[in-house]
């Protein structure tokens, strides 16, 4: 009779220590298990289908070379177009690619803070560049660095759209389109 006073203790106090065990846990309802749900999802498609690597991407090392060219003012030529029109309006020699002109050299963008009667918080609000004006958020205004006949460089500001090629060129007026006299002024790869 004892053993089994020992064996019901034993199983009583089994049972006591997974009930208080299990007091703290909340079973997940509504949003929780939803959420509970998308993490399992999304962990079992990471774990099954991971994102492939490579060593090497084409993309990114024309990338670095569109970069290099750009900040290093390869040769170019520019063509400048009205909307609608066919042949372009002006065409130039130029240094580089063109500069819309929503870029800037500072953020556009300033922190301050907002205090209210809800507590308020930081906000971005617009910034001046520092020659005085605000950058338009949206544009086709570009500037182009053009190389006149004495090679002297000069701007060329155009609303319209513009394409540059990274090599001498001219246009095509039997075919609508820019052709290539001349090598290109910059070594991109085609392949590692």
């Known amino acids: 009779m004892k053993k089994h006073w020992k064996i019901l203790a034993g199983v009583m106090l089994v049972?006591?220590?997974?009930?208080?065990?299990?007091?703290g846990v909340k079973v997940p309802t509504g949003q929780a298990q939803e959420d509970k749900q998308q993490?399992?999802?999304?962990?079992?498609?990471?774990?099954?289908?991971?994102?492939?690597?490579?060593?090497y991407?084409?993309?990114r090392?024309?990338?670095?070379?569109?970069?290099?060219?750009?900040?290093?003012?390869?040769?170019?030529?520019?063509?400048?177009?009205?909307?609608?029109?066919?042949?372009?309006?002006?065409?130039?020699?130029?240094i580089g690619?063109?500069?819309?002109?929503?870029?800037?050299?500072?953020?556009?963008?300033?922190?301050?803070?907002?205090?209210?009667?809800?507590?308020?918080?930081?906000?971005?609000i617009g910034q001046m560049d520092p020659i005085g004006i605000?950058?338009?958020?949206?544009?086709?205004?570009?500037?182009?660095?053009?190389v006149d006949a004495q090679g002297k460089a000069y701007a060329n500001y155009w609303e319209g759209f513009v394409k540059t090629v990274f090599a001498p060129a001219k246009w095509n007026e039997q075919t609508h389109k820019v052709e290539l006299v001349g090598p290109p002024s910059f070594a991109f790869s085609t392949k590692k």
């Open 15 to 23: 049972a006591t220590l997974a009930t208080a065990c299990n007091e």
């Open 39 to 55: 993490r399992q999802s999304t962990e079992s498609l990471v774990n099954n289908q991971p994102l492939p690597h490579f060593n």
């Open 57 to 59: 991407s084409q993309a």
């Open 61 to 94: 090392q024309n990338f670095i070379e569109l970069e290099t060219a750009m900040a290093t003012g390869v040769q170019s030529t520019s063509f400048f177009f009205n909307q609608g029109a066919v042949d372009p309006i002006d065409t130039c020699p130029s």
């Open 97 to 124: 690619v063109p500069i819309p002109n929503t870029a800037s050299l500072s953020n556009p963008q300033q922190v301050v803070t907002d205090h209210n009667q809800y507590g308020g918080g930081n906000v971005a």
């Open 134 to 146: 605000y950058v338009p958020s949206s544009s086709t205004g570009t500037f182009v660095v053009c």
